[in-house]
């Protein structure tokens, strides 16, 4: 259901908490109007009334849908060597089988369990494109489309990432046999850039921007002429690279050029806002610095990092110095803002051995982390999102007045609470775009979703 008007008693605004105000929607699903203190208005009195706190629905800055499909089928030892690198090689076994068809079913479960958990925008970091043999669809967006199409079904905003897939490592090793699906030439890749950005133009729920790999899966020249290309045809549109999440990574980078990672793409790209490095854990103090001044956004995946072994990013030091970062669900291992933030500072504590690390003047840690994650994940997917005023898109999330972890608190220490004692998912009603697509905590296309779902996992795991 598309909505004109909404009323919240109260709500968290571009400019802090506020009071009876009354929202308003403009046909393309964006925000008209935002008014505060505004109970005696007439308007107010007969628009529907949020069931409880309003707060900006969170961009999810990472999401390799298919892979929600394995989740949990990676936890079983395989001996003492169990790293990130076997895991690689359970997820690129899945990889060989899935059809397009069964892509559309998990990526629609996934949107819908995003939904739900609170994320109303992704990113869609997509590497699965041609068929089992490494062979382009006859439509060669086939795969992309279907990222494209569960977003329209399940009504989550999509930043589609078309990844840049040519070797299988640092300097231009050819790729290995589990690539074979992932893998372009730099002209076939900017065609099915600008078929993605043709066939979309003017959706406000979308946008589409690139994803080199990582400095393993792209020379640096393939990595410049990317670049080019995405900005012959958007030179605004958002950049993602996977960058440091493995010290074997970083090794095997130093090897090649003598340096870093994030030292190596501070050095020879143009990084700023645009950017988004996702992971980019192992960083000097130097490097930590570089990238906090650079303006780009670090994609933080803390659940995902710890499922996979890979380390902690500097999270304290990189704030302290104005560093902006948004949060990933990655693999999919869980599906929740509120827990990524926890373990991003739970992170923090356990290192440093002390308490309340990733905290601004507010002093809530919650509140800071949510405010933070909000505007560094819209920077990163290139959308108007993360916001309540006008012009931002209309979107957002009510959390459940009556969940016990919320009674009592308000303003900053709603956040508190959500994100540290909400085990329980306290969101009760999720608008996108205007429409409301979670209503009393269930999703309007939940059930048939999971039908689907339920026989793709049936055969991916025959
Ligand atoms: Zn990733």
């Keep these: 259901m598309t909505a004109t008007t909404l009323f919240a008693e109260t709500a968290l605004l571009a400019e802090g908490w506020a009071r009876d105000v009354l929202f308003e929607i403009a046909a393309d699903g964006s925000l008209a109007a935002v008014t505060p203190n505004a109970a005696k208005d007439g308007r107010a009195k007969s628009a529907p009334r949020a069931a409880g706190p309003v707060l900006p629905g969170m961009p999810n800055l990472h999401s390799h849908a298919f892979q929600r499909a394995m ?155 990317a670049v080019t290309g995405l900005d012959a045809l958007d030179s605004t549109a958002p950049i993602h690279i996977h960058i440091a999440e493995q010290t074997k990574e970083v090794e095997d980078c130093l090897a090649w050029s003598g340096q870093r990672p994030v030292e190596w793409l501070l050095d020879h790209m143009q990084i700023g806002p645009r950017w988004c490095l996702v992971h980019a854990t192992h960083m000097t103090e130097t490097e930590t610095t570089r990238l906090a001044q650079s303006g780009a956004v670090a994609g933080l995946c803390p659940t995902t990092e710890a499922n996979l072994g890979d380390g902690l990013f500097p999270a304290r030091d990189y704030l302290r110095q104005g560093g902006v970062f948004g949060i990933g669900s990655d693999s999919h291992i869980s599906v929740s803002p509120g827990e990524e933030l926890r373990w991003l500072e739970y992170g923090q504590r356990l290192f440093h051995r002390r308490r309340n690390l990733l905290v601004d003047g507010s002093g ?99």
Excluded at 119 to 145: I, K, N, Q, W
Excluded at 401 to 419: S, W
């Design 71 to 225: 989740a949990g089928l990676t936890e079983r030892s395989g001996g003492e060597e169990d790293s990130f690198w076997t895991w690689r090689e359970v997820m690129y076994g899945f990889v060989g089988k899935i059809r397009p068809d069964q892509l559309e079913a998990i990526a629609a479960q996934l949107y819908v369990e995003m939904l739900k958990a609170g994320y109303t925008a992704v990113g869609e970091f997509h590497y699965l494109h041609h068929d089992p043999e490494g062979r382009p669809y006859a439509d060669p967006a086939e795969m992309s489309e279907r990222a494209f199409a569960a977003a329209a079904e399940t009504g989550i905003g999509l930043t589609h990432l078309p990844v840049l897939y040519g070797f299988g490592g640092f300097g231009g090793t050819p790729a290995g046999q589990g690539q074979r699906r992932f893998l372009h030439e730099l002209d076939d890749y900017l065609i099915l850039l600008g078929t993605l950005m043709t066939r979309h133009e003017g959706d406000p729920q979308i946008r589409v921007g690139i994803a080199p790999h990582s400095l393993r899966a792209v020379t640096p020249e393939l990595l410049a002429d």
């Design 364 to 462: 809530s840690v919650g509140a800071t982390l949510y405010r933070l994650a909000l505007a560094g994940g819209a920077t990163a997917l290139g959308r108007d999102v993360g916001r309540l005023a006008p012009g931002a898109r209309a979107d957002l999330v009510v959390l459940d007045a009556d969940n016990p972890i919320l009674l009592g608190r308000t303003g900053d220490a709603l956040l508190d609470a959500y994100i540290f004692a909400g085990n329980v998912n306290p969101i009760r009603e999720v608008m996108v775009g205007g429409r409301w697509v979670v209503e009393g905590s269930r999703h309007i296309a939940e059930d048939a979703v999971r039908e689907r779902f339920r026989k793709t996992t049936a055969e991916l795991t025959a």
